[in-house]
């Protein structure tokens, strides 16, 4: 007879298993909002834009640091697919 896992075993609460996939971490959600409330309070889109305009090293923080939080975390290809990459080697003589 195999033991019992320590998840499993005689637990009879919830203790050890976690959040439930999918759920939201409620702390998470929490510092989502408070940092959406900041931006509002500071100017919200319009500040932003002014902002990055002020400087070119701004823009570039902006596009290097903010805008990729926007773009999903895996590429996928056509159909939702692998993504095909294709590698072109050009030898050119000098």
């Known amino acids: 007879m195999s033991e019992p896992n320590k998840i499993e075993g005689d637990?009879?609460?919830?203790?050890?298993?976690?959040?439930?996939?999918?759920?939201?971490?409620k702390v998470t959600a929490e510092a989502k909002n408070v940092i959406a409330e900041a931006a509002a309070a500071l100017g919200g889109k319009d500040r932003l834009v002014a902002w990055a305009k002020e400087a070119p090293e701004n823009e570039k923080a902006?596009?290097?640091?903010?805008?990729?939080?926007?773009?999903?975390?895996?590429?996928?290809?056509?159909?939702?697919?692998?993504?095909k990459a294709i590698t072109e080697i050009r030898l050119v003589s000098g």
């Open 11 to 25: 637990n009879l609460s919830n203790r050890g298993r976690g959040r439930p996939k999918g759920s939201v971490n």
């Open 62 to 83: 902006f596009w290097s640091t903010v805008y990729p939080k926007l773009l999903p975390l895996q590429v996928t290809g056509e159909g939702g697919g692998a993504f």
